[in-house]
């Protein structure tokens, strides 16, 4: 990684993940409930449920308003953003009143909200695996005898056509994929991961390669590398989550580990956590390559919302295109709601990577530095574990010693079949608890 200093420009890039825009959220209607969201009119009281408030509430998603007001504060703080990677999710948890028309108009409400606060600069979108209706499901394009999912893909296609160029055009609305050559040395490519996801029943008759996506994959990769243009991917679901099929993800982390040199960044969502994960050689077991998951606009399930910069080397004659620092922004949504409703809403800066959490470079080898410091730092785990989900109430659930495993796993499990890390880590974790047991020991008997 080139050092900080020796980049004077750096490219700002803005992404945006999980809004889940709730276009019915009301004021004033339950903020708790028995569903699997609140905010909506005619739910049922609940006999110890607030009335929900205006900015919005922790159990239910995010109010269009508070989209618009997010929105017109990062253009209003980065004037400077040269792209927006926008990696799905879009439709809020309602899933039992959707239906193809009410996803399709969030997409669009979401895609004129960007149109208006970044009139000028390329959105690069994803498709999340709540956009589709039913929820999760996603035909093989190639199959013709199915159920097809053209309408999704066609409209996406259209929503986005200010910024997608002809060709991505066609791509996308065939299967909800595209690659696109953002600056002349760096292809963006955004993968259709619903191709992965494992509640994706469309999947059980065959699970091995659907619409070939991985084979056109590896195309998109040799022609980068013949053409020695370095590649960004984007998509929603991370390969190492139990979201994804492990077959598909195994072949997958062979495909970035083989093309490992020309890929110099990753880009996820869906877990709504703030998180990452690591990939290893499968060999040298050296870290090789990163997956940045962004965390979630929409505060459901306990978070504050956040959205996140990266700064890229790619303004110079002979960018590298690595990441060399990005900084999360979150809103404190107990503290605004305490405001008056005509507020500016305004995100504060929560963490900057390379400040923040002391690394010198945000290259894979730091990355998996950082992880080892979690293990053996209370202190570093506990703030790890407070940004996690932005210090929302999420933040005050106990983790113990399972849920720090399981969470410390996620960030070294890129391929879901490959677990040698996380071995390593839950050993490691034993051996510290072994001798914090033993010097425990000593001091009773002194």
């Known amino acids: 990684t080139p050092p900080w200093d020796s980049v004077m420009h750096k490219t700002k890039v803005l992404h945006l993940s999980d809004l889940h825009v709730q276009l019915n959220y009301s004021v004033g209607s339950p903020s708790v409930c028995h569903y699997?969201?609140?905010?909506?009119?005619?739910?049922?009281?609940?006999?110890?449920?607030?009335?929900?408030?205006?900015?919005?509430?922790?159990a239910c998603d995010l109010p269009p308003w508070t989209l618009e007001a997010t929105?017109?504060?990062?253009?209003?703080?980065?004037?400077?953003?040269?792209?927006?990677?926008?990696?799905?999710?879009?439709?809020?948890?309602?899933?039992?009143?959707?239906?193809?028309?009410?996803?399709?108009?969030?997409?669009?409400?979401?895609?004129?909200?960007?149109?208006?606060?970044?009139?000028?600069?390329?959105?690069?979108?994803?498709?999340?695996?709540?956009?589709?209706?039913?929820?999760?499901?996603?035909?093989?394009?190639?199959?013709?005898?199915?159920?097809?999912?053209?309408?999704?893909?066609?409209?996406?296609?259209?929503?986005?056509?200010?910024?997608?160029?002809?060709?991505?055009?066609?791509?996308?609305?065939?299967?909800?994929?595209?690659?696109?050559?953002?600056?002349?040395?760096?292809?963006?490519?955004?993968?259709?991961?619903?191709?992965?996801?494992?509640?994706?029943?469309?999947?059980l008759p065959s699970p091995a390669d659907p619409a070939s996506h991985l084979a056109w994959l590896v195309e998109e990769l040799l022609i980068a590398e013949k053409s020695r243009s370095m590649v960004h991917i984007i998509s929603h679901i991370p390969p190492g989550t139990s979201s994804c099929l492990g077959a598909w993800s195994h072949q997958y982390s062979r495909i970035i580990e083989r093309f490992s040199s020309i890929i110099t960044a990753q880009f996820f969502g869906h877990s709504h956590w703030d998180e990452f994960s690591v990939l290893f050689n499968s060999s040298t077991r050296q870290p090789i390559s990163m997956a940045y998951i962004t965390p979630s606009l929409t505060p459901h399930d306990g978070l504050n919302p956040a959205y996140r910069v990266y700064y890229t080397d790619s303004s110079r004659d002979n960018s590298t295109h690595l990441v060399l620092d990005h900084a999360t922004y979150s809103l404190d949504l107990e503290m605004v709601n305490t405001l008056p409703s005509n507020t500016t809403l305004s995100y504060t800066l929560e963490y900057t990577a390379?400040?923040?959490?002391?690394?010198?470079?945000?290259?894979?080898?730091?990355?998996?530095?950082?992880?080892?410091?979690?293990?053996?730092?209370?202190?570093?785990?506990?703030?790890?574990?407070?940004?996690?989900?932005?210090?929302?109430?999420?933040?005050?659930?106990?983790?113990?010693?399972?849920?720090?495993?399981?969470?410390?796993?996620?960030?070294?499990?890129?391929?879901?079949?490959?677990?040698?890390?996380?071995?390593?880590?839950?050993?490691?974790?034993?051996?510290i608890e072994m001798e914090q047991t033993e010097q425990w020991t000593v001091w009773d008997i002194l």
Not at 45 to 58: D, M, N, Q, T, V
Not at 152 to 169: C, G
Not at 382 to 393: A, K
């Open 71 to 203: 929105l017109s504060n990062i253009a209003q703080t980065h004037p400077d953003i040269e792209y927006v990677l926008l990696t799905g999710d879009l439709p809020a948890h309602d899933v039992w009143l959707q239906s193809e028309d009410s996803n399709l108009h969030v997409i669009q409400v979401v895609a004129a909200a960007l149109r208006k606060h970044f009139p000028n600069v390329p959105v690069l979108p994803a498709i999340g695996n709540h956009e589709s209706f039913p929820v999760n499901m996603f035909p093989d394009p190639t199959l013709s005898d199915e159920e097809s999912s053209s309408w999704l893909y066609s409209s996406m296609a259209k929503y986005f056509s200010h910024w997608l160029p002809e060709e991505q055009k066609k791509t996308m609305a065939k299967a909800g994929y595209f690659s696109y050559k953002v600056k002349p040395s760096l292809t963006i490519i955004s993968l259709n991961s619903n191709f992965c996801n494992n509640l994706n029943l469309w999947l």
């Open 354 to 431: 390379r400040d923040s959490l002391g690394m010198q470079d945000l290259s894979p080898e730091s990355w998996g530095g950082f992880v080892q410091r979690l293990v053996r730092e209370e202190e570093a785990w506990d703030m790890f574990y407070r940004r996690y989900s932005r210090g929302g109430p999420h933040a005050h659930k106990k983790c113990k010693k399972t849920c720090k495993e399981d969470i410390l796993c996620r960030l070294v499990t890129f391929d879901r079949e490959d677990t040698m890390e996380c071995g390593r880590i839950k050993k490691e974790m034993k051996m």
């Open 36 to 58: 699997p969201l609140c905010c909506t009119p005619g739910l049922p009281l609940h006999p110890h449920s607030p009335p929900a408030r205006y900015w919005g509430e922790y």
